[in-house]
């Protein structure tokens, strides 16, 4: 049995969905768990008893302007690596989380070795600016071990910062006990859609790199030739932009906006197509969420998609900005049953071999097995 402290954001986002699914998958295989993070990680959602959550407490000090997360975290990290004799602490995102790390390890008197998970955000945009750069290449050199989620983000990091370090890929996945498609007909009806109308989904954090304009202009495109209905799931600071363009091209009754959802796995069953359109992603686990429901894709010939999506096997991918391209490979698979089933088979298959939750857990303990032997 591994004693195993894991810190991510715990708030909504692909990187806190793997940590925690991480968390729980490693518990369920015998491990002990110890989550340190600022708050209760939102998927943490079953009960076992060798799980354990550690909380980062951030005081506003009157002498501080902000309040030192970052320090707070490494102060709680320290105390827990010390008190539960932890082998391994598995922090998500080089900045701040490997840094942190490697300053309680200094502080810690047991010693425990440091694996750092990179899941894109913290390189594509913190790793361009220079303030931070020698800071990021340093947590990542000065873990035990380092892994991306996926080939490009490994290759792009090496790139960038000239690591001395070999990152390792190991690819996100899915639980396939949540995520699967579950006939729900009740619900397509209770948003209104009807039963002939076909739905498309994009889920994500409205931010700009996910091109929500990008996202509408193709469904624009789609509904001129299919009787559909588009679901915008998720909030961000693109909300505005985007109901302003739907309101603007006169789609008001065919996007409905549901905000943050909790059951994707059942509003992803009455889908038919997802639509990711991103300028920047390093993986884009809501593609895999949508694979494992069943759900062909479309995504961007960007970062990490063309890793997870097929072309012309589980979906397609499209040149970024070409929202006519993307419109006319989502009409191809809405207006043909036998493909859109062979791609939905598909999709299921590649879940289930490629991205297969026990492969991936199993990869992982073998890369903490070889850290913790090595001297
Ligand atoms: O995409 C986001 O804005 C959220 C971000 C995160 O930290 O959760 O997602 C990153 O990590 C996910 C899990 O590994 C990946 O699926 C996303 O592609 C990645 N986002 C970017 O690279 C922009």
Known sequence: MRKI?????????????????????????????????????????????RIYFHEVELNHYPVFQYPPYDLALAAKMAEVINREKLDILHVHYAMPHAISALLAKDIAEHDVKIVTTLHGT????????????????????????????????ADHTADLLHVNKEIEVI???????????KEMPIIKEQYGIAPEEKVVVHISNFRKVKRLPDVIQTFQLIQENIPSKLLLIGDGPEY????????????????????????????????????????????????????????????????????????????YITELGDTKQAATYAIKILSNQEQHQRFAANALEMVHTQFHSKEIVEHYERLYDKVLDTP
Do not use: W
Request: proline share 3%; glycine share 10%; hydrophobic share 40%.
């Open 171 to 181: 690819y996100n996945f899915v639980n396939e006990k949540q995520y699967y498609r």
């Open 5 to 49: 402290g894991i810190t991510c954001y715990p708030s909504v986002g692909g990187s806190g969905i793997i940590a925690t699914e991480l968390g729980m998958l490693l518990a369920e295989r015998g491990n002990e768990v110890h989550f340190i993070t600022s708050s209760l990680p939102f998927r943490l959602n079953r009960i076992n008893p």
């Open 240 to 315: 505005g932009t985007a109901s302003a363009l739907v309101e603007e091209l006169g789609l008001d009754e065919k996007v409905l906006f549901l905000g943050k959802q909790k059951n994707i796995n059942e509003l992803l069953s009455i889908c038919d197509l997802k639509l990711l359109l991103s300028e920047k992603e390093s993986f884009g686990l809501v593609l895999l969420e949508a694979m494992a429901c069943g759900v062909p894709c479309i995504g961007t010939n960007i970062g990490g998609i063309p890793e997870v999506i097929q072309h012309g096997e589980t979906g």
């Open 122 to 153: 913290d390189i594509t945009v913190l790793a361009i600016d220079d303030i931070f750069k020698n800071m990021i290449k340093h947590g990542i050199e000065k873990s035990d071990a380092v892994t991306a989620v996926s080939h490009y983000l």
